[in-house]
């Protein structure tokens, strides 16, 4: 499953094109919790949002990637 999101029309003008990646995981505290554990850091403590509960965390090597608990379950696809 793909969701998009445009971040469009509430980043600043100066903030430069991006991607992020989103990792769907059963409980986003818990994954924000580990990765700390496994020597990243949360950069943005877990929040709710309408697509589901998120954070944004970090690697021991700086790459960035968000934890997302999805607040609806996608259909399975035969892709």
Do not use: K, N
């Not at 969701?3 to 600043?12: E, H």
């Not at 554990?37 to 700086?62: I, K, N």
């Amino acid at each position: 499953m793909r969701l998009i999101v445009s971040a469009q029309q509430s980043a600043p003008a100066e903030v430069p094109s991006h991607w992020m990646v989103y990792f769907a995981v059963e409980s986003c505290d818990d994954a924000a919790r580990r990765v700390e554990e496994l020597g990243g850091s949360v950069v943005q403590p877990p929040f709710d949002t309408p697509y589901g509960r998120m954070a944004l965390v970090a690697g021991p090597q700086g790459e960035t990637f968000s934890v997302m608990r999805l607040a609806f379950t996608a259909p399975e696809s035969d892709d």
